[in-house]
């Protein structure tokens, strides 16, 4: 096999030195499927490669781990390609005098090899030997390792390669260990275009005199310098129309318009042409017509908290919430109770809840926001979550009365913003409270 593999070498290191390089490959593209083998290896190390392969534990892809690389090719003679490969492959790496981890990791490997083929890319089958050097990185760990390998090249087609190669990866550090590297992959050419010489015509001596390009005998302006497109005579503004037939020549504008712009009738910056509205001042985003108020009530619909109620600018457009309505969920929120350290709702609370909702049915546009709170006993932690448990089962027990959740907002706050002092019994008390806040918005 060794005499072999130097035999291969010998004939194509001479045919490199001999060969020309019109079939360099050209920069070349690849995509691989992986298969990095460690326990191979390590069987041949610890035994040898005979008992490996009488046992028959050679090349098993059970024992193997998938991946994937990319590499980058480019000849630099006819036999001889230089290559960079970056490959990802999720193994349990086995540290060299180390335990083997426990769990998949990704392992990156990246290397540079030079391939020294027997013959040319011109040939559809063509065998090759590689060597290099490359880096790893395997969770926090870094490596280097010599790799030596053998691969066939095949070209089915033109700028188009399958590669099959092996490789035994060798450490340089301490935390690299031996392992096969097993590859198939395709990779695309991508050679340079062979510029096209092309011979200029003659052209023939006409007569231009104001040098526009446009011969005289088909330039309606021959003395002053123009535009082919027009004639041979001149466009100043750039706007397709000849400046004796412009009558704005130094403002681009339309045919239509006699060379001059699209009119603005109500000078809101939209021409009449993309105005819907050409002698009211508007915006570009309604199409130049001014900001809409759908429910007349004085505040546009961008404004309008509700564009569709009428209602006062200083409550933002919408409707103004009686004020014996926000007295009553006010004193529904001040008669919630819970049982002692619990979210769970007394029964008492039912008449007050039920009030609300008889004020939520009554004008579904209203929603409420619903905040617990607690006193500072116990940690943050348990207070957080039982204020929020307490908000909710207020929501829940409104929605269960046929509430839409959409309307219903539940909030907890712990034992933050306190109304009382928690150094008394009656300030816990009064701090730990269930507040709503009625909206129409």
């Not at 003659?202 to 004639?231: E, H, I, N, W």
């Not at 017509?289 to 006062?312: A, H, I, L, S």
């Amino acid at each position: 096999m060794k005499k072999c593999i130097l035999l291969l070498l010998a004939f194509g290191i001479f045919n490199s030195a001999f060969s020309q390089t019109d079939n360099k490959k050209p920069g070349t593209i690849g995509i691989h499927f992986v298969l990095n083998d460690f326990q191979t290896a390590a069987d041949i190390r610890s035994s040898s490669i005979t008992n490996v392969i009488n046992d028959k534990q050679w090349f098993k892809t059970s024992r193997m781990a998938p991946g994937i690389a990319v590499s980058y090719m480019k000849g630099m003679m006819q036999n001889l390609d230089l290559a960079a490969t970056l490959s990802g492959s999720f193994v349990k790496y086995p540290y060299p005098d180390r335990p083997k981890s426990t769990s998949d990791e990704v392992l990156f490997e990246a290397a540079a090899t030079a391939n020294l083929k027997l013959l040319s890319d011109k040939y559809l089958l063509n065998p090759f030997l590689t060597g290099g050097v490359g880096a790893s990185k395997y969770s926090v760990h870094f490596g280097a390792f010599t790799l030596l390998g053998v691969g066939l090249q095949i070209k089915p087609a033109d700028n188009f390669f399958i590669f099959l190669n092996s490789q035994y990866r060798m450490p340089a550090s301490s935390d690299v260990a031996y392992h096969f590297y097993n590859s198939f992959g395709v990779a695309k050419s991508f050679p340079k275009a062979k510029p096209v010489v092309v011979e200029a015509p003659v052209v023939p001596v006409v007569s231009d005199r104001d040098g526009d390009a446009v011969p005289d005998a088909d330039d309606k302006c021959p003395d002053t310098p123009g535009l082919a497109s027009l004639q041979g005579c001149p466009d100043r503004d750039g706007d397709g129309i000849a400046d004796a037939d412009d009558k704005c020549p130094d403002e681009a504008g339309l045919a239509k318009y006699g060379g001059c712009p699209i009119p603005d009738t109500d000078g809101d910056g939209i021409n009449d042409e993309m105005d819907k509205c050409p002698t009211v001042k508007g915006v570009a985003r309604y199409q130049g017509c001014p900001v809409p108020d759908t429910d007349g009530d004085g505040v546009n619909d961008e404004e309008d908290k509700c564009p569709t109620r009428p209602g006062p600018a200083s409550n933002q457009g919408c409707p103004v919430i009686a004020k014996e309505v926000i007295e009553k969920v006010n004193m529904a929120a001040k008669n919630v109770f819970f049982s002692t350290g619990s979210y769970k709702l007394l029964p008492k609370s039912y008449k007050s809840l039920n009030d609300v909702v008889s004020i939520l049915k009554a004008d579904e546009s209203l929603m409420i926001d619903i905040d617990g709170y607690t006193d500072s006993q116990g940690s943050d932690e348990l207070n957080q979550t039982l204020s929020e448990n307490r908000a909710k089962s207020v929501k829940d027990y409104l929605v269960s009365k046929g509430i839409d959740e959409s309307r219903l907002k539940s909030t907890g706050y712990g034992e933050t913003n306190p109304i009382a002092d928690n150094k008394t019994a009656a300030g816990r008390a009064k701090n730990r409270r269930t507040e709503m806040t009625i909206r129409n918005y």
